[in-house]
């Protein structure tokens, strides 16, 4: 039995690519109502409904289905892909203009307080944080993170948001 792969190919040695086809597919104008139903979801269960969340599963046959729900319901809110800067990092950096951090300490905590691989909780969580980043987001760091949600992650994100901040000048 062959799987349907997504935007054309064998993924299985770069999940990466399967993510970003997945991702071109539905961001694709023609694609607007599977894109829309996975941003209603509120939770990584309500993403198991949606037909579009069954494309990357098939692409990504061997990952974890939750962690799997995860990325595609928080991929749904990324509009622009950002290259070249981490997503801590993203958070860290103000809005043009601006001299505070776009995600707030306190924010940013909360985030790294979030249990090891508590989806429920970190869902809406990186749902809301991607949106605070006006929808642009570094696709393969995010999707890294969620699908690596620990203490490693974490030390990670802490480390580029806190070398990032801007400095109060006092």
């Known amino acids: 039995m062959t799987q349907t792969p997504v935007h054309g190919g064998d993924h299985k040695d770069d999940p990466m690519a399967a993510i970003r086809g997945w991702w071109d597919d539905i961001t694709d104008p023609r694609h607007r109502g599977d894109r829309a139903e996975l941003r209603r979801c509120r939770t990584p269960a309500e993403v198991a409904f949606v037909p579009a969340y069954y494309r990357l599963k098939a692409a990504l046959p061997t990952w ?44 940013f905590r909360r985030l790294l307080r979030v249990e090891d691989y508590d989806y429920a909780e970190l869902f809406p969580m990186m749902k809301r944080l991607v949106r605070m980043l ?10 890294w993170g969620l699908y690596r949600w620990n203490p490693q992650t974490k030390r990670d994100w802490a480390e580029a948001y806190y070398m990032n901040i801007p400095t109060k000048k006092e």
């Open 64 to 107: 974890d289905r939750e962690k799997l729900a995860v990325i595609a319901g928080v991929l749904a809110d990324v509009e622009t892909p950002a290259a070249g800067v981490r997503l801590a990092e993203q958070f860290a950096r103000p809005k043009d203009g601006g001299t505070t951090p776009r995600v707030s300490e306190a924010r």
């Open 134 to 143: 006006d929808r642009t987001a570094n696709i393969p760091d995010l999707v």
